[in-house]
């Protein structure tokens, strides 16, 4: 059983940067897809980034150019980077897991491993 732990959040004003772990300990599997997600009040979850294990990547369009999302595969390690940071990036961010394989797979898995969320708040 895959657990996650998210660090990094906290409060930042716009334009500033940001960059969020998800450690992920069980890991058994070589193939595996993982993501960031966030939540805003009021809001559904938005899948903001997925990653295979080969590290080929996706982002939103709310954050492309600005987040990017890398894994250290040797330790189940995710990480996102975020610069440019806007008001409306305000959200708890949550990591996911699942043993779904294959970048084109991880696109469209319904995640169902999450870690408890970490708190971003950017102030304008």
């Known amino acids: 059983q895959v657990e996650l732990v998210e660090f990094g959040g906290g409060s930042v004003q716009a334009g500033g940067s940001l960059r969020l772990g998800c450690v992920g300990t069980?890991?058994?599997?070589?193939?595996?897809?993982m993501a960031w997600f966030r939540q805003q009040p009021g809001k559904e979850r938005e899948r903001i980034a997925t990653?295979?294990?080969?590290?080929?990547?996706h982002a939103a369009e709310s954050v492309k150019g600005r987040f990017t999302t890398s894994l250290d595969d040797q330790e189940t390690r995710l990480y996102l980077e975020m610069d440019d940071l806007k008001p409306e990036d305000t959200a708890m961010y949550y990591c996911?897991?699942?043993?779904?394989?294959?970048?084109?797979?991880?696109?469209?898995?319904?995640?169902?491993?999450w870690g408890q969320g970490t708190q971003v708040t950017v102030s304008a």
């Open positions: 990653i295979s294990d080969m590290s080929t990547t």
């Open positions: 069980g890991n058994s599997k070589s193939r595996y897809c």
């Open positions: 996911a897991y699942s043993t779904r394989s294959g970048f084109e797979s991880c696109l469209s898995v319904q995640f169902n491993t």
